[in-house]
């Protein structure tokens, strides 16, 4: 999949869009869902144009790869979901149902979040 400078989120970078921010630095920036599905729900982006977890790990540089992973590590902690417990969700593909072709990590807390996947 190309990526696509018009996607949503590259328009939130770009500050064409607001957001609802919760945090950002020079790697990351990370808001809330604008559809949420659980109490918390943050989406945290790289900044550069990367469509998945693969090109993104392929192709972006080492400091921003180890931003990224720390940004995400950093508001976890900073929504206090260390201690009960969180969830994170990167998808990728058609198949995983990726909505933006720009690669978004989801960070689930706030409640017992259940079984992962769904038998089918």
Known sequence: MAYDRDNIFAKILRGEIPCNKVYED??????????????????????????????????????????FVRGIGKVARDLGLEDPGYRILANAGPDSHQEVPHLHVHIFGGRKLGPMLVRS
């Open 26 to 67: 020079d790697f990351v920036l990370a808001f809330h869902d604008i559809n949420p599905q659980a109490p918390i729900h943050v989406l945290v982006i790289p900044k550069g144009e990367y469509v998945s977890m693969a090109d993104f790990t392929a192709n972006a540089p080492d400091e921003l790869i180890v931003g």
